[in-house]
């Protein structure tokens, strides 16, 4: 029986990791456009698209199962009419590299410091998303000649994804990284399934702008050997931060954005970051939830081409 319950266990395990091992070489994601580049940074190359002339701008997705830049698919050809726009996919996303290690909110603010000052030079205004729009706020505080203005979609860190992880996190982290098991939590997370449900109950308020073609970008660039680290930090709470003490410090002209319609991440949060710093300008689209600038890309795109022109 023991023998019998090994041999089981043996072939579970071997069937599950001959999945993860397929669902690792799916086909590569969609790129931005623009000029494809690397940037080397923590011991990993950061893949990004630049493209356009005029005043630095960086663009700098969410963090997510599937996250990369294609997030900025609506906007980064547009804006790079009026700016030279840099588009990266944090270290763990999309076409960067996906080491294993164990991600902390300085791996991020880290990467876009080290990335405005050492490939762009001081003075790139910046848009960021969500939990990376809260992990710039470091930088900004720590480095403010680095950045002209800020425009921050839906951050986080006031109220939201601003406590440690605890003891449930560590549990569910330990999972995560554990070898096979990990893989195939992950898997189960960015299956075009999971994607989906995360895109329409969550980051798109009208749940028909979720084609096909759209699961399939966040799908494709949540996959690949090394996927799960970054992700797996971010689900278990190791990427949590709170700024309500460093937002009133930050210097810059910054325009918070807001979808009206957000739920993870209400519109009371961006009450409290417009509340709490007199140099931030709220906005909020209605009909849009986490991604305004998808969903509403033509005014999002306006809005963010007359603050930073003004």
């Known amino acids: 029986m023991v023998r019998l319950k090994a041999a089981v266990a043996a072939g579970v395990a071997g069937g599950l990791w001959a999945l993860n091992n397929r669902l690792e070489k799916t086909a590569l994601p969609a790129r931005l456009g623009g000029e494809a580049r690397r940037y080397r940074w923590g011991g990993g190359k950061i893949a990004y698209s630049v493209a356009g002339e005029g005043e630095p701008l960086l663009l700098v997705h969410g963090v997510y199962a599937g996250a990369s830049s294609l997030e900025f698919r609506a906007n980064f050809e547009e804006l790079s009419r009026s700016f030279r726009v840099y588009a990266l996919d944090l270290l763990g996303c999309g076409f960067s590299q996906k080491p294993r290690r164990r991600y902390a909110p300085d791996d991020v603010t880290g990467q876009i410091e080290a990335f405005a000052r050492e490939e762009i030079g001081a003075g790139a205004h910046l848009v960021a998303s ?3 729009a809260a992990l710039v706020v470091p930088a900004a505080v720590r480095n403010p000649k680095l950045f002209e203005k800020l425009v921050l979609v839906c951050p986080t860190g006031y109220g939201t994804l601003d406590r440690p992880s605890g003891l449930l996190g560590d549990a569910v982290y330990g999972l995560f990284r554990a070898p096979v098991l990990g893989d195939t939590l992950y898997h189960a997370l960015v299956s075009r399934a999971g994607i989906r449900y995360y895109l329409e109950k969550m980051a798109y308020h009208d749940p028909q702008l979720v084609t096909q073609d759209v699961v399939e970008d966040y799908y494709r660039a949540g996959h690949g050997p090394g996927a799960r680290h970054f992700p797996a930090a971010f689900v278990s709470g190791k990427l949590n931060l709170g ?3 460093l937002w009133p410090r930050v210097p810059h002209k910054s325009l918070v954005c807001w ?6 991440v209400p519109l009371s949060d961006g009450n409290n970051f417009a509340r709490n710093n007199p140099r931030a300008e709220p906005r909020v689209f209605r009909d849009a939830a986490l991604l305004p ?9 306006e809005e963010v081409r007359t603050f930073l022109s003004g």
Request: proline share 0%; glycine share 4%; net charge negative.
């Open 130 to 132: 969500s939990l990376s």
């Open 243 to 245: 700024i309500s003490d």
């Open 259 to 264: 979808g009206q319609e957000a739920k993870t």
């Open 293 to 301: 600038h998808v969903e509403r890309a033509e005014r999002f795109n």
